[in-house]
């Protein structure tokens, strides 16, 4: 393929020049649209919400994204070790790419399917405790639902759930906003959209990031 | 399972009491945030760009939001006839529920990887090649990639594509803008979202929209 366009965090996922191209003038507008209400943010954190800005073209993201200081080294690490990526959905399972540990999302699984009529609770939250049944350790995603990001954080909190840090953007007019709040207060290492904002390409934009930023 | 909350259109996607519930709630507060807007659709169009803002939480979606006088009817009879679904890329189709239909993407494929390379042109719009080489016939779903709506245009205009309808919505500030008002003029049944906005939420919740509509 001669040059490979997908080793800079830099190129936003681009694997050929044409893309690349694409994503790199994408870059330079982002980076005019946002500069001024990023600028006190670290770089590797900027670079975390120009990709956001870049997937969803809403230079609103450059303000209600919130990082907790201590998310993108426990990040890194978890993702050097290769521990796990669980995520709410498969569309944001779909969004990751090249990552070297496992990534599961038990939301089709018979298990959290059962579990989720048993327990009267939505599929995404029993598909959080499948995970943990399973052992999981690693970076949570939530892309979608404020119940499974309610259930992670319970479940962190109330039975030593491994994990290492929380991308929390679930979206929606309906829990999405407290359940983001209740990350924040919780303690773990976090990043959040505030408000009723996020979503699966919010989630894949912050994963990736981190993924590309362990190339380095 | 009991009750079916997949059933109608209207439970956007829920399928535990939960989800219902959680649906419903995010129902009203979306049709009170757009009513005003949308009041002059279609109940059918309205119920799209209600499950749009409900999958964004993004009621800006209610004023760029462009829906073309055949879309619906040449969309549904696509899904009815089970005829392809094609997606951009991975994520798209993973969103996508309940097809009876063959929903393919064909991004990943080396034949696409080849051909970006031989052509220099993107993946993306490799893909949609791809498609059409084999037969293609049904709705394509942009979700993403401008370079693939170009190319959808292009083949459908000058190699007889066999395109019912295009869902166009791709995102990003470089040609996702220009590829959408290409489509408005191309003579090919069509939604689009107006300006740099768009994404794989937004071409899911299109999608899944449609074929609900269709178990009625």
Not at 94 to 123: F, M, V, W
């Amino acid at each position: 393929m001669g040059k490979n366009y997908e080793s800079r965090e830099t190129m936003m996922g681009a694997s050929t020049k044409q893309g690349y191209d694409i994503a790199s003038k994408s870059r330079e507008i982002v980076r005019s649209l946002i500069e001024a209400k990023i600028k006190n943010l670290s770089s590797k954190e900027q670079s975390i919400v120009e990709r956001i800005v870049h997937s969803t073209a809403d230079p609103e993201y450059a303000e209600i994204t919130k990082i907790s200081s201590n998310f993108i080294d426990e990040s890194i690490k978890s993702i050097k070790a290769k521990k796990g990526i669980l995520t709410d959905i498969n569309m944001v399972k779909a969004g990751i790419n090249k990552y070297e540990g496992e990534i599961n999302c038990y939301i089709s699984h018979d298990d959290a399917i059962k579990l989720a009529k048993d327990e009267q609770i939505t599929r995404a939250a029993a598909a959080i405790r499948i995970a943990h049944q399973n052992d999981f350790d690693g970076i949570i995603v939530i892309g979608n639902a404020p119940t499974a990001l309610f259930e992670a954080i319970n479940l962190v909190e109330k039975e030593g759930m491994k994990v290492r840090s929380i991308i929390g953007v679930p979206v929606g007019f309906v829990g999405a906003t407290e359940s983001k709040e209740a990350l924040t207060n919780a303690n773990i290492p976090n990043i959040i959209t505030k408000g009723p904002k996020g979503g699966t390409p919010v989630a894949v934009a912050i994963t990736n990031s981190l993924i590309r930023m362990c190339d380095d």
